[in-house]
């Protein structure tokens, strides 16, 4: 079920969240739209690293996947500060329930969507995902897609993006939040 839309106070005032599969571009059109209004740019990831002291994939391989989204939810609640900025996040942390709240009471909640096609050949550029390397990249996506499609449908705003360069995603962002 879609969230209501924002309202153009909230637009102004709340913080903007971008949510979507690994691959679809989160950080880098999150750092063009932090660019484009002026605000501060924050990646969840790195943020997890920086508190862990450790990679996503280390994090994974010692503690496993439910350790990492109990970590992933304190660093993202933890960026709910009060300031406006704009948050990358990773794939699967608006999967869970408590994160997912939390972002839909306190950000703009935008989903970046892309096609199948798209989102392997831009995860094929990184070995660093940790959930790709139990298998074959595009049968783990397409699972991963059906799993959490219908729960990103939940966002706010619902942007797609096609495989053309992220400016043409930032556009539709931007119009989307005019």
Request: charge should be neutral; proline fraction near 6%.
């Amino acid at each position: 079920m879609k969230s209501a839309p924002p309202s153009p106070e909230d637009i102004q005032a709340k913080p903007i969240a971008l949510i979507g599969m690994m691959g679809v571009g989160k950080t880098s059109i999150g750092k063009r739209l932090a660019q484009k209004l002026d605000l501060p740019f924050v990646d969840a990831d790195h943020e997890i690293v920086e508190a862990a002291g450790l990679s996503i994939p280390e994090i994974f391989n010692r503690f496993g996947e439910a350790h990492f989204r109990d970590g992933e939810r304190r660093v993202i609640a933890r960026l709910f500060d009060g300031t406006r900025k704009v948050i990358a996040t990773g794939g699967g942390a608006f999967i869970n329930d408590e994160t997912r709240a939390l972002m839909l009471d306190r950000a703009i909640v935008i989903w970046l969507d892309a096609d199948l096609d798209t989102l392997v050949e831009r995860t094929a550029r990184k070995s660093d995902r940790p959930l790709l390397a139990q298998g074959d990249p595009r049968e783990i996506l397409t699972r991963l897609a059906a799993e959490r499609n219908p729960i990103y449908a939940q966002a706010h705003i619902h942007v797609k993006s096609q495989s053309n360069p992220h400016e043409a995603t930032l556009e539709k962002i931007l119009k989307a939040l005019a």
